[in-house]
T-cell receptor
């Protein structure tokens, strides 16, 4: 059990560019969650998957955001036409029960 | 909107002091989790409480879930500089039990000075 991993750890991009983040959950965890955390705040739910099915999306997830989990293992989160307001820490968590285990996060800075 | 109010937001204390962090809501939670987060890292799970009135201890940390499962507290005895970090409470509302969607408090930034 190597824990949840996320790549990249840091991403700096210019406004208007597209970015993609990857999350590798703990193996055999069937649920995967994406959260967004801004400075001084707790994480906010974005979306979650049960196996390969995306079951819920937050209103925070605008049309510029898309997430996939094609084979029920790793997941990707893509942000198109990034805006400065997208600057945040993007966290991934996985679980097969009650407790969610978080990855180290991807820190996105949009300039 | 379901909210978790966490207090205090900031706490700066001397090594050896005791402290309590509170997490309150008007919503009932099926479970509540406490996390600790270091700068630039993801939250690390400390404990999960599920039963009203439940008390769990983790070395110098004591966690309590309120009888009505609407609030929780974290008490640290004889704080050490290594306890410095952001403490987050996260509740699973009854209505979200099937989804596992957590609601987080704003966090408490704790600084323990040697």
């Amino acid at each position: 059990d190597t824990g949840v991993s996320q790549d990249p750890r840091h991403k700096i991009t210019k406004r208007g560019q597209n970015v993609t983040f990857r999350c590798d959950p703990i193996s055999e965890h069937n649920r995967l969650y994406w959260y967004r955390q801004t400075l001084g705040q707790g994480p906010e739910f974005l979306t979650y998957f049960q196996n390969e099915a995306q079951l819920e999306k937050s209103r925070l997830l605008s049309d510029r955001f898309s997430a996939e989990r094609p084979k029920g293992s790793f997941s990707t989160l893509e942000i198109q036409r990034t805006e400065q307001g997208d600057s945040a820490m993007y966290l991934c968590a996985s679980t097969r029960g009650l407790e969610q285990y978080f990855g180290p996060g991807t820190r996105l800075t949009v300039t | 909107t379901q909210l978790l109010e966490q207090s205090p937001q900031f706490l700066s204390i001397q090594e050896g002091e005791n402290l309590t962090v509170y997490c309150n809501s008007s919503s009932v939670f099926s479970s509540l989790q406490w996390y600790r987060q270091e700068p630039g890292e993801g939250p690390v799970l400390l404990v999960t409480v599920v039963t009203g009135g439940e008390v769990k201890k983790l070395k110098r940390l004591t966690f309590q879930f309120g009888d009505a499962r609407k609030d929780s507290s974290l008490h640290i005895t004889a704080a050490q500089p290594g306890d410095t970090g952001l403490y987050l409470c996260a509740g699973l509302p009854i209505s979200s039990s099937n989804t596992g969607k957590l609601i987080f408090g704003q966090g408490t930034t704790l600084q323990v000075k040697p």
